[in-house]
């Protein structure tokens, strides 16, 4: 029986999907090529019918699930994407959560396709909480910089209490802290 170019569609929808998921679970290497595709529902054989490697599938996913998390921010402000970020909810799930957190660490590790991908999805995710309302050239600059300091706190945050065990404090302090220096810092510019 032959497969339709909508079920091909579909079928590489749903890879992409199960590997995004999946990688940012347990890391680029702590998932191989025949469990995503059974993940899928799909057979190991099929997979070199849609990505010609497991990098192109990284990159896919990297920028399926930035994708993800930038439209989860789009309509938050900064001071409600902080609270959600580092709430343990998050940190708990990381297959859920920010691609960023999950594989920045792995994605340094990869090829330069993968490094692009990443880069992209910081650049739009710093696009979304910048504020940027016409302001002269260097309150741009501040503001950009102010942004660039969040999401790498945040992000170091997540991972830093994400290696701890989770029953740990200090998991919680990790978050807490951060959080609350975080959004000290943002009050004191108001």
Request: glycine share 6%; with cysteine; charged share 25%.
């Amino acid at each position: 029986m032959k497969v339709t170019k909508a079920q091909v569609q579909e079928n590489r929808a749903r890879i992409v999907e199960m590997a995004s998921i999946l990688f940012r679970e347990r890391g680029y290497d702590g998932v191989g090529v025949a469990e995503l595709m059974a993940a899928a529902g799909l057979t190991h054989g099929g997979f070199y019918k849609h990505f010609r490697s497991k990098a192109d599938l990284m990159a896919e996913a990297a920028a399926e699930g930035l994708a993800q998390s930038a439209a989860k921010t789009a309509d938050t402000d900064v001071i409600s994407f902080v609270n959600q970020y580092l709430s343990r909810q998050h940190r708990d799930a990381p297959g859920d959560g920010c691609t960023m957190a999950a594989l920045c660490g792995d994605a340094a590790r990869q090829p330069e396709s993968i490094k692009a991908v990443f880069a992209e999805g910081i650049e739009h995710q710093l696009a979304i909480l910048e504020s940027d309302h016409g302001a002269a050239k260097n309150v741009k600059r501040e503001a950009r910089a102010m942004t660039i300091d969040t999401i790498a706190h945040v992000v170091g945050a997540i991972v830093l209490s994400r290696a701890c065990p989770d029953d740990s404090a200090l998991a919680d302090e990790i978050l807490e802290v951060c959080r609350t220096r975080i959004l000290n810092q943002y009050k004191q510019k108001k």
